[in-house]
Structure formats: C-alpha cells, structure tokens
C-alpha cells in the first residue's frame, strides 16, 4: 500500500460537485503571482460557486512566506495539513501547525512563513477569490 500525505491526498483525490466530479490530480499546480517560493492549486474556484467560495491548495515551500498582505472583501479560512512554522494575524504571531485553523477577516494583515520545512494549508475564501 503506497502512503500518502495529506497534501497529496488533497491535490491527488476528487472534488464532488451535484452532478459533476473534477479530479483534483488534472488541475494545475501554479506559482503564487506575488510570492515566490509558493504554489496554489485551485480546488475549487468563483466560476464554480457562482462567486459564493473558493479553496485552494498552498504549498510554501521551506525559507518562503507568503508576506504580509490582507484581503479587502474575502474572509479567509485556513487549515494547516502538513508543516509548522509561524503564522502573524494582525501583528500576533501563532504556531501554524497541522490541525491549526485561523479566520482572517477582511483588511486584516498575515503572514504565513516556512522558516523550517514545507507548509501545505487548506486555504477557503468567502466570498471566492476571483
């Protein structure tokens, strides 16, 4: 039996809509336009959703952070599956490790840093990202 991570399972599985079923391995690993050293696969997206959500797949790849920026309409909700390193939310820093959820509202500034290893978070936004 082949092991798998947790990243992998997400980025390798099924994304199960009514009526229709994407699988995850067939979308695209893409770099992060404003933040080297990171990837993004979108698991879902606006066009799916009608603009309601979307969730993404990130990899922060170890020395890369995704710097300080904030959203100005989406809340953002991340869960951490795989890695540990600091996250800052609002100017207070947290240990983002597997099974750490941070809720990121709108305007407001973070910072997810990969000092040590790689960092994979599920990341969901409502509404979605366009």
Not at 12 to 41: C, N, Q, R, S
Request: aromatic fraction near 10%.
């Amino acid at each position: 039996m082949i092991q798998n991570t947790i990243p992998e399972l997400f980025s390798d599985g099924k994304v199960v809509f009514p009526g229709k079923t994407i699988d995850a391995a067939m979308l695209p690993w893409y770099e992060h336009p404003a933040f080297k050293g990171v990837l993004l696969k979108d698991l879902v997206t606006a066009v799916d959703t009608n603009g309601a959500f979307s969730c993404h797949v990130v990899k922060i790849s170890k020395g890369f952070e995704v710097g300080e920026h904030n959203h100005n309409a989406e809340w953002e909700f991340n869960e951490a599956v795989e890695g540990c390193g600091p996250l800052i939310l609002d100017g207070v820093t947290h240990s983002c490790r597997p099974g750490f959820t941070c809720v990121t509202p709108p305007g407001v500034p973070h910072i997810v840093s990969a000092p040590y290893e790689d960092i994979c978070l599920l990341a969901k936004f409502v509404p979605a990202l366009k």
